[in-house]
């Protein structure tokens, strides 16, 4: 069974940076569209990036242009990176495939907060 293991995550001021880490136990990051998510308290969780197989990537309106996914499939990791962030961004981020197919590991907090 593919395990997901989200890292990177941490209390930051606004507008601050933080990079996220998933790895992930075989080669599914080779084969699939992989995404980030987050759920945030209260609310659903929601798709924030997708990369494909080749590198092609697309992001929710409320994080373009301040977050790039990216993938290392040698390493079986794929990374976020949170750039000028909101106290919105506030949430638990996890990976899984896009669609989300996978059993969700634990995530990561991200705390947007002065």
């Known amino acids: 069974q593919v395990q997901l293991v989200e890292s990177g995550g941490g209390l930051v001021q606004p507008g601050g940076s933080l990079r996220l880490s998933c790895a992930a136990s075989g080669s599914i990051f080779s084969t699939n569209v992989m995404g980030w998510y987050r759920q945030a308290p209260g609310k659903q969780r929601e798709l924030v990036a997708r990369?494909?197989?080749?590198?092609?990537?697309n992001y929710a309106d409320s994080v373009k242009g301040r977050f790039t996914i990216s993938r290392d499939s040698a390493k079986n990791t794929v990374y976020l990176q949170m750039s000028s962030l909101k106290p919105e961004d506030t949430a638990v981020y996890y990976c899984?495939?896009?669609?989300?197919?996978?059993?969700w590991g634990q995530g990561t907090q991200v705390t947007v907060s002065s």
């Open positions: 899984n495939t896009y669609p989300a197919v996978l059993t």
């Open positions: 990369i494909s197989r080749v590198s092609t990537t």
